[in-house]
């Protein structure tokens, strides 16, 4: 448990308890923070988080278990502030999972799909899956994802039942690390589709140029 009345931000990062020669990730389970404004944190989402941060708009973390996934959306819906979100996603992520709660003060969210830990296995999360998040939130002005090894989502399924929607505020769309792929050109396709004020979609095989400062690595 972390507990401040005047903390503004946090970083929880490569933090471990030890346990003989292995090493368990630190979590963070209970958070009362009411001035906190940001969030960056490496640790395991729970079903039972807590968090008391009214304040709290601006947030950076990972998702390496598939269970983590429902679980951190569930909590962020909670979030009264919450418009900023970057997420490094190496679960295996079934297309099947549906956000259910609205994300209803997100504008700006960054997805980074990384190659799984300690394994050979592809990610199974499906670009058209992407378009379930943004039906989720209504607010969102810029969507931005980075894929960076194609490879790691090439088994696609060609997804001819896509849920008709509309989206009026999303402007700014980027998906970085596309080569051409069929499933890269559909996503695009689908944004462009019912993204109805949409100004500007890049497709490109380069990072971001924060890009290999955040992740600590180098093309």
């Not at 471990?16 to 368990?24: D, E, I, P, R, V």
């Not at 390496?64 to 190496?90: C, D, M």
């Not at 890269?184 to 589709?193: C, G, I, L, Q, Y």
């Amino acid at each position: 448990m972390i507990a401040s009345s005047s903390l503004r931000h946090l970083e929880v990062t490569s933090c471990y308890l030890l346990f003989g020669n292995s090493m368990k990730d630190v979590t963070l389970t209970s958070l009362d923070c009411p001035k906190l404004t940001s969030l960056d944190y490496s640790g395991h989402f729970l079903p039972n988080m807590n968090f008391n941060t009214p304040m709290l708009n601006n947030i950076q973390l990972p998702l390496v278990y598939s269970g983590e996934y429902l679980n951190a959306f569930r909590l962020l819906a909670t979030l009264p502030k919450f418009e900023n979100l970057q997420l490094e996603i190496y679960s295996m992520v079934p297309t099947s999972v549906k956000i259910t709660q609205p994300l209803k003060h997100l504008k700006e969210l960054s997805l980074i799909f990384n190659r799984p830990f300690d394994t050979p296995r592809k990610l199974e999360f499906d670009l058209s899956s992407i378009l379930n998040i943004l039906q989720a939130s209504p607010l969102l002005e810029k969507l931005s994802v980075m894929i960076t090894s194609p490879e790691i989502i090439e088994n696609q399924k060609v997804d001819r039942d896509v849920e008709a929607f509309s989206h009026d505020e999303v402007k700014d769309i980027e998906l970085r690390g596309c080569v051409g792929n069929w499933y890269e050109v559909e996503f695009a396709m689908n944004v462009m589709k019912y993204a109805n004020k949409l100004e500007r979609i890049v497709l490109s095989p380069y990072w971001r140029d924060d890009m290999d400062e955040f992740l600590n690595w180098t093309l």
